[in-house]
């Protein structure tokens, strides 16, 4: 349950209050849920291979790959290079898309306020920041914070997909359109992908798309939406257990 201080946290933000009932919401207690005991609620995704090299790399070498990565453009016009922060062992795999200003300054993911509501709605499933690991498909801000390119993003998944090897999450939750393309390997619009359960590559591990929170800060009347997307991902943990 939201306490009084939750309550007064996330009013004072200009945030809906979202409440869980129990730990784990069945799709029948929520409503916008999915009942992912369907068979067909579930959309596998092709198998994809990490590069040998990248595959081999532990955290700390990881990292270092990352911040000295040239591949593509984006590496003359970055700050810095932001890989991810969070929980190494998490339950939860939050993947946006890549970094704005602040994020390319400070070298973390969602720290404005995009990051904030992300905060907020995480602290709505009672998890903190620290509890969740978060990443972007992209390590470099692209410039004015255009879309990212089709060529960057093939350059840069290799790194996303040996942190998902590494981290091992229980659920993933893609954030934005360009982060559930990227992962599920589709065309699809976010507007297709939400309100199922998806499965990332040949891992069993299941994937739920949700808006970014920059677009929720936009149209604030998709966040009920948006917490339907968590719930399922709540649930689909749950069955995990």
């Not at 990443?135 to 410039?143: H, M």
């Not at 060529?151 to 359109?177: F, T």
Request: aromatic content about 6%.
């Amino acid at each position: 349950m939201v306490d009084k201080q939750q309550h007064q946290i996330l009013d004072a933000m200009g945030i809906q209050v979202w409440e869980l009932r129990h730990s784990i919401i069945s799709p029948i207690e929520q409503p916008g849920c999915i009942d992912t005991s369907d068979p067909e609620v579930e959309a596998k995704v092709e198998v994809r291979a990490t590069p040998p090299a990248i595959a081999k790399l532990d955290w700390q070498d990881l990292q270092q790959t990352v911040a000295g990565c040239q591949a593509c453009e984006l590496h003359s016009t970055r700050t810095q290079t932001v890989f991810g922060v969070g929980d190494q062992g998490a339950d939860w795999l939050f993947v946006g898309e890549a970094p704005g200003a602040e994020e390319d300054r400070r070298g973390e993911p969602f720290v404005g306020r995009a990051g904030q509501l992300l905060n907020a709605m995480l602290f709505a499933l009672n998890l903190k920041r620290e509890q969740v690991y978060i990443a972007n498909v992209l390590k470099c801000r692209p410039p004015a914070n255009r879309d990212p390119a089709g060529k960057e993003v093939q350059h840069c998944e290799p790194y996303l997909l040996r942190q998902v090897e590494l981290i091992q999450p229980r659920i993933i939750v893609a954030l934005g359109r360009f982060a559930a393309q990227s992962l599920l390997k589709t065309t699809d619009p976010i507007s297709r992908l939400r309100g199922r359960s998806h499965q990332y590559a040949d891992t069993g591990i299941p994937l739920v798309v949700s808006y970014h929170p920059a677009y929720l800060l936009r149209s604030p009347i998709d966040k009920k939406k948006a917490w339907a997307d968590l719930c399922l991902a709540q649930s689909l943990l749950g069955a995990l257990s």
